[in-house]
Every structure is written in C-alpha cells, then in structure tokens.
C-alpha cells in the first residue's frame, strides 16, 4: 500500500520533469497476486499476518482500496508491462480495465498461456509464431507480425466500423422503406389482406434488387486513404463510440425510411391512382399503380446508398446501375405471360404498357429526385457543418497540410507550408474539389501519385 501511494505522488513529479515523455509501469506477478487478492479491500484496513491466520482489522471506513489505487497509477501511465504473470492473472487485468472503464478491451498475444486473456477480452488477436496455435484459434483475428497491428487497428479496424454501422441502418432503412408502402396500401384496400406486389418481385428486393451495392459497400469503402489513416492516427478516435452507432443514427435512418416512403407512395398514387386514366379509357388499376410505387422504391433506396459512398470504382458503377436495370428485366420478364400470376398478381403486359408511357418516366424522375433533395440537403448541412473527419478530408482534398486540432499551437498554423519544390503554397494553388463525395477517391489517388504530398513539421505531427 505504501508503495502504491508513494508512486502515485511520484507521478505529478515525473511528469513535471518530463512532460513529453510517457509513464510506464512494471508490475512483477507477486505485487498482482496482492492486489487481485485484497483488491476490494480498503486501504484504511490494516492488514495483520500472524503464523496462523490472516485477518483484517478496520481502522477508520473508507471507499479506497489497493484495487483501486493501482487502477489509478495504471491509468496514468502510457503502458504497463507485467512480468512472471499466469494465465488467469493476465485475464484478471482484462477483467480489471473492463470493470473499471467499461470500454471494449482488445488483446494480443502469441502463446498458450495468452489464451485465456484472448477469450477474456471482447476483441481477440493471435499472432502466428512458433508457440503454437492455441493463441490463434481462440482468436477473432490473426496477424503474422506484431507490427501489423497498427494497420489493424487503424485502417481496417476505423474503415470496417464505418462500412458495418452504413450497413446495419441499410439494411434496416430498406426494409422499413418497403413495408411502409405496404401499410400506406392497406388503408387503401381497407386492410383487405390483397399484397399489393407480386411476390415473385417482393422476394427478389433482398435478392437481386439491393443486394449488391450494399455489399461492394460494405467490402471496397473507403473516405480516407489508408496511408493517411495509418500516418494520422488520432484519426481513429474521430469515429469511436456513437459518433456512427446510436439512437441518433437509428432515428435519422428511421424518419428518412418513413420520408421517402410517403415520397414513393404518393406521388404515384395520385400520378395514376386518383387523376385521368389513360388515352384508352381504361383505369389503371392498383396493380399498375403499385408497380410505379415499387420502381420509385427500388430506385430511391439504391440511390440511399450512392449518397454514402466515398469510394466509386467500376464495381460500385456495376452493381448500381446493374440493379435498377436488372428491375426493369424482371418487370419486362413478368409482364410476358400469365404464368407468373401464380404470385398473386398478373402482370401480364403491365410493363409494356407502362414503360411507353410519359407518365411513368415523368413519375418516377419526380419521385427519385424528390427523395433525392432529401438526401442532399443532409450531405449540404453536413457541408456547411462539418465535423472533425469532414475537415481532414477537405484538407486533403486541397492539399493541405493534416493535423490533430487537439494538439496544435496557433503559431503552427501561421507558419507557411512550403511544397516539395520549397515553394510557399498560395491560394491560387488549391486543387479542384467540389465537395461530393463521387470525385473523392481520383483526387486523392492523385495527390499522393504526383508527389505533391504536404508533410508536417515535427511540432505538428
């Protein structure tokens, strides 16, 4: 105990003296079986050994305990490295920052007596050497060398946070997206039970539809390169937490779900539903009308998904152009023959019918790019508002030089930022950038090719 506080007044000292260099801390196996065995022990009680037993006498109550202090002085230090410590033990830290911080705690190690610590934390990294595999089957993830953490870590682990949260809405977004036109429906058809789609065409809106570009989303986007985000590692901490992951986020999906539903159902309805028939005389009927629905939700939803994506490549133009055509296929494939009907509608030359009238094409661009200001005034306010990660994007977009606006002087940002050919940069020198995100990845594949790379000076990095 009196070790314990001696280094923890050490502390305020240390960092006086050296206030750039880091803390570390080494705890010996012997001091954590102390602790992990009074650990909720206050530090008031004195603790008495005699040849016999070991008991506890309580001097004055206090909440403090050895536990606690370590926790602390931990806390204060960059790094701890523990020495002659079993396997159960190494879990218990784990077990200690997971009590404690309540955050998600990741662990690496190479070895059979990291196992246990592996399947303790929440995020698991084994390291293939020449201990064995036990560490990397109990592992979520494997790597060669330790070095390639950093990459984990900060390219793969950020990228893949953003691409799973964007996917989880998505997903979520595009199936309210459709049920809500089915219920704007059912007061319609005075909840009748008649499905308003066929259902051969229902069952392939997962399938063919909007699968694809969810998922070359889900695998190929990127908003930042990942040398920058391996040579800028504070941009990590930007995306942490419910920044991308919340009720915020799920009620912003939510309420757009809802928006574009009313936009898509309506617009159509009373396109087709309440005005003049056609030049024949004849009524449209819901199966027409709903079918106009369906377009304008099948291309509302993968249009969704475009204002989000940073990374455009010939995949993503594939697949998303690839599944609005592939809609237009089906609607002309099911609209030539009766046999279909077996789906509970008959489309038998519904599409043939439609896809020749002005009315349908005008409809569905009016519907599309009405959903479509939606989305754009959101990408506008984001514009006009941007956060931490909006920043360093444009800043690389432009040139300039990148830096963690928690650690910089004023007197860094007045200094003038020479390029490669020792020239100070002006403003006339700014690269074009339009501020969306489909000219996103030329720009920056092309700053970084043509060598025109801003560099930090050591104070700002």
Request: glycine share 6%; hydrophobic share 40%.
């Amino acid at each position: 105990i009196g070790r314990l506080d001696k280094a923890l007044n050490t502390v305020p000292r240390l960092r006086a003296k050296y206030p750039s260099d880091p803390i570390g801390l080494a705890l010996h196996g012997n001091v954590w079986k102390v602790i992990a065995h009074y650990g909720n022990v206050p530090v008031s009680e004195e603790i008495v050994t005699s040849p016999s037993s070991t008991r506890r006498i309580p001097i004055e109550p206090s909440d403090d305990s050895i536990e606690g202090k370590f926790y602390r002085l931990a806390k204060e230090c960059k790094s701890v490295l523990g020495c002659r410590l079993e396997p159960k033990e190494k879990a218990e830290i784990v077990k200690l920052m997971q009590r404690r911080e309540r955050v998600t705690t990741l662990a690496i190690g190479d070895g059979n007596n990291d196992t246990v610590m592996i399947k303790t934390a929440e995020i698991g990294v084994g390291i293939r050497g020449v201990e064995g595999t036990s560490a990397v089957s109990a592992s979520d993830y494997v790597i060669s060398q330790f070095r390639f953490l950093k990459r984990l870590i900060l390219v793969h682990g950020r990228l893949n946070n953003r691409r799973i949260c964007q996917l989880v809405y998505y997903i979520f977004y595009k199936t309210s997206l459709a049920v809500w036109t089915v219920l704007f429906f059912g007061f319609y058809s005075a909840f009748s039970g008649q499905f308003p789609y066929l259902d051969w065409m229902y069952q392939l809106h997962n399938i063919a539809f909007t699968a694809l570009p969810i998922i070359v989303f889900a695998i190929f986007d990127r908003d930042i390169e990942a040398h920058a985000l391996e040579d800028n590692p504070y941009v990590y901490q930007w995306t942490r937490g419910t920044v991308l992951y919340g009720n915020h986020k799920l009620l912003e999906w939510a309420i757009t779900a809802f928006v574009h539903a009313v936009i898509c159902f309506f617009i159509p309805w009373y396109s087709f539903e309440v005005t003049s028939p056609e030049s024949s005389g004849q009524s449209f009927g819901f199966q027409s009308t709903m079918l106009v629905v369906y377009c304008c939700v099948i291309i509302v939803t993968n249009q969704k998904l475009a204002f989000y994506a940073a990374h455009w490549n010939w995949a993503w133009h594939l697949v998303f152009w690839g599944s609005i055509s592939v809609l237009w296929v089906a609607i002309m494939v099911f609209s030539t023959s009766t046999i279909f009907a077996i789906g509970g509608i008959d489309y038998y030359y519904v599409g043939f019918r439609l896809f020749v009238m002005e009315r349908y094409w005008m409809t569905v661009i009016l519907a599309s790019g009405l959903a479509c200001i939606v989305d754009y005034s959101r990408a506008v306010v984001v514009h006009f508002f941007p956060d931490r990660t909006r920043v360093f994007i444009e800043a690389m977009h432009l040139g300039k030089p990148v830096f963690d606006p928690d650690n910089v002087s004023l007197d860094d940002l007045k200094s003038p930022t020479r390029n490669n050919n020792g020239n100070v940069d002006s403003p006339g020198d700014k690269r074009r950038y339009t501020g969306s995100n489909f000219s996103h990845t030329p720009n920056v594949r092309g700053l970084y090719k043509n060598g025109t790379r801003m560099e930090l000076k050591p104070s700002m990095q």
